[in-house]
């Protein structure tokens, strides 16, 4: 057969080529992958020193930031405002992504536009693009821009496709200029949801609620179909409300009448460039380089040629903040996010790390006054409580605490501020949602319809309660019950003993409803309006300090940015004018719920048992 087919030392010549080629491809391919796996090692180890290094190079807001004369402060550009300063070390979704963007806290924000008005090198202030904030964030940061209007250097706004939220901030420049092919929204509010209810009845989930207050609305998506009539109720007198606020302030700082800006906003919602100046939303349409010779004739320096303006933003600008650090300790406290059992994330507020925080500042003999600053809706009433009981014990020991509410101190926020000294909040905050509610599910009907059989059993009437393959009895439900009751009366006492007030009266104003900050000042829940940096005054007052030394919890130094965090969300905003925005359809769409997905995550607390509010308003 070798005959046949070929000569034999051709064969074997052909065999021996065919191993050696099998060998030389073995010996590449484990050369390539050692390369490889050595190349990665090498990049990982390198990226870790560098970490190291930068790490251990201090606080980058304490880097020197040189600003040169004739520079533009610019606020926008997709900069992120949260009352917490950043912290945490990277992850790898940051990695992956690409971070979240520049952020910085709003009392540096707040600080550097002051710190802006004494400057030499800044010229003025330009608001372009959007500013990822909250409205009670916005409404303290146009105070600060009204004050350093008050230096003399002009406030400007350039604004393209100008959302609501950003016109509200964008408002009170003058001049405010919008692009020739622009567009500016004031529109009004409104507030919708999914209601998951018959969803998940056809799907065989059942969902079963205790609460107490007929105005707790937050288990309505799972169990229904749509807002109940309470609902509806609170939230129109919610909406009411901050439009009320939106619209008595752009109606001021534009110098339009309060009636003629109603009737403006009735004609459309929507207005093109040449409208809005027509109704004097804003001072004049233009092109960006026409933009560009009007910020220069204002003083800003030219760059690039003559073709655009120096300028610096304010996350980077915000480093050259520097806290005070004379006289009495004060802390001011972040609680932001939602309230969950244990530790938590930066994401939201772990029960046991801020009442670690709390703690450890009650064994702080420097420590003269403490802010506790809110912007939550609430969540695990247990960790609520642990979170309460640090509050009451710093008061105890003679150490005063002022409460400064954000856009949404509700609920379980609500809570574990009730026993401070003073509470203060933003004309638009929501805040009350005195209420308890349990929400557990069971997928009994769902594994009826899927033939899933489920057995054991059991040694205990109640071994088995609330197991997730089966329905809880009337009877189950009536003992939860009696604990949802229990958390209530213990919520109202908290409420009353702090507010000095009875507990019918508490009772009359809780229900689970939320109020808009003035109202909760009539209900006696709120003592005076004001944003964070009043909370600091009034605490400072309290403490009986003439200067005050104000350090942050958690601070910058608690896990500091380093230089991977920068690689990843850059060292700046993108420059003004040539941002590009985000038109990733399916990632907008994960943006728009992932509030809603992050609120189901958040529902860890041990008991099942929940003081959650609803969301902060948005002017969108």
């Avoid at 070929?6 to 010996?27: C, H, V, W, Y």
């Avoid at 608001?127 to 990822?132: F, I, K, R, S, T």
């Avoid at 350039?158 to 950003?166: A, F, L, P």
């Avoid at 403006?264 to 939303?281: I, M, P, S, Y």
């Amino acid at each position: 057969m070798l005959a046949e087919t070929g000569r034999p030392d051709t064969l074997l010549s052909n065999t021996i080529n065919q191993t050696a080629m099998k060998e030389f491809l073995r010996q590449l391919a484990a050369s390539t992958l050692g390369t490889v796996l050595a190349g990665l090692a090498l990049s990982f180890g390198a990226t870790v020193l560098l970490v190291a290094m930068v790490g251990s190079a201090g606080d980058p807001a304490e880097m020197p930031v040189h600003v040169r004369p004739k520079t533009m402060l610019v606020i926008g550009g997709g900069l992120r405002i949260t009352d917490t300063p950043e912290f945490g070390e990277p992850s790898l979704g940051d990695l992956l992504s690409g971070g979240e963007g520049p952020r910085v806290d709003l009392l540096r924000a707040l600080e550097a536009i002051d710190l802006a008005a004494k400057d030499r090198n800044i010229v003025g202030i330009l608001l372009a693009g959007e500013l990822d904030v909250g409205m009670a964030q916005a409404s303290e940061i146009r105070g600060a821009l009204t004050a350093f209007a008050k230096s003399g250097k002009p406030v400007v706004a350039w604004v393209e496709n100008c959302s609501q939220g950003q016109y509200y901030l964008a408002s009170v420049a003058k001049p405010v200029y919008v692009h020739r092919a622009g567009e500016i929204e004031l529109k009004g509010l409104a507030s919708f949801g999914p209601y998951f209810g018959e969803t998940l009845q056809r799907a065989g989930i059942g969902v079963q609620v205790t609460r107490v207050g007929k105005y707790k609305s937050a288990v309505e998506p799972f169990i229904t179909a749509g807002m109940s009539d309470a609902s509806k109720e609170q939230e129109t007198a919610l909406l009411r409300g901050a439009w009320a606020r939106i619209l008595a302030e752009v109606s001021s700082s534009r110098g339009i009448a309060a009636a003629s800006l109603v009737r403006t906003v009735d004609q459309g919602g929507v207005f093109g460039a040449e409208r809005a100046v027509e109704l004097k939303l804003a001072d004049e349409a233009l092109h960006r380089d026409e933009a560009v010779a009007k910020l220069v004739e204002l003083g800003a320096a030219t760059a690039d040629g003559g073709t655009a303006f120096r300028q610096i933003s304010l996350g980077r600008y915000a480093r050259k903040v520097r806290l005070p650090t004379q006289g009495g300790k004060i802390a001011v406290v972040y609680a932001e996010g939602e309230i969950v059992d244990g530790w938590g994330d930066p994401a939201n507020v772990g029960g046991d790390r801020l009442a670690h925080h709390l703690r450890q500042l009650r064994g702080d003999e420097d420590l003269k006054a403490v802010v506790l600053r809110v912007n939550s809706p609430g969540g695990s009433a247990f960790a609520s409580d642990v979170v309460a009981r640090e509050v009451s014990l710093l008061r105890a020991k003679g150490v005063p605490v002022v409460a400064s509410f954000g856009d949404v101190a509700a609920s379980g926020g609500y809570y574990i501020a009730a026993g401070a000294d003073k509470i203060i909040a933003d004309r638009i905050t929501i805040t009350g949602s005195i209420g308890v509610f349990g929400l557990h599910f069971n997928y009994e009907q769902l594994a009826k319809k899927v033939g899933l059989a489920t057995d054991g059993v059991k040694v205990g009437a109640y071994a088995d309660l609330f197991s997730s393959h089966r329905a809880a009895t009337p009877k189950e439900m009536a003992v939860v019950q009696t604990l949802v009751d229990e958390v209530y009366e213990d919520f109202l006492k908290v409420v009353a003993d702090g507010r000095k007030m009875k507990r019918d009266a508490v009772h009359a104003v809780a229900q689970g409803r939320v109020w808009l900050s003035p109202d909760a000042r009539q209900a006696g829940l709120v003592d005076a309006f004001g944003g964070l940096r009043a909370a600091v005054a009034e605490a400072q007052k309290l403490a009986k300090l003439d200067r005050a030394a104000v350090v942050q919890v958690p601070s910058l130094h608690e896990g500091r940015q380093n230089l991977l965090e920068q690689l990843l969300s850059g060292d700046d905003e993108d420059p003004v004018f040539t941002r590009s925005g985000d038109a990733d359809p399916l990632r907008g769409l994960l943006k728009a719920n992932a509030g809603l997905l992050r609120s189901v995550r958040s529902l860890n607390d041990p008991k099942g048992v929940y003081l959650r509010g609803p969301g902060k308003i948005e002017a969108r």
